[in-house]
């Protein structure tokens, strides 16, 4: 029962996780009119840096804290480099 129990609460939390996905993505979409594809891959970097900065300090509230300063910094260079050029551009160029 316990292993039904854990599988559910899993299987949900993974269903949360792909509405907040889903939901950036048609927010963004819809407010701005532009296709950012690169909010999936914002969240799995920020991921990653909250996996290396939990190993690095041994703190899961440091490494969290973190992580999104570093995800921060890298959206803004993101923003900058590559999305700002495609803002009045067709969607067939931004993707």
Do not use: K, P
């Amino acid at each position: 029962m316990y292993l039904v129990v854990e599988q559910l609460l899993n299987g949900l939390q993974f269903g949360l996780l792909l509405f907040l996905l889903a939901a950036g993505l048609t927010l963004v979409f819809g407010i701005m009119d532009f296709v950012n594809l690169a909010h999936g891959s914002l969240y799995m970097m920020g991921a990653y840096f909250a996996a290396t900065f939990v190993a690095w300090t041994g703190s899961f509230v440091l490494g969290a804290l973190l992580a999104l300063g570093a995800t921060l910094l890298l959206g803004v260079a993101l923003e900058y480099v590559a999305l700002r050029h495609l803002y009045g551009r067709d969607h067939l160029d931004q993707v």
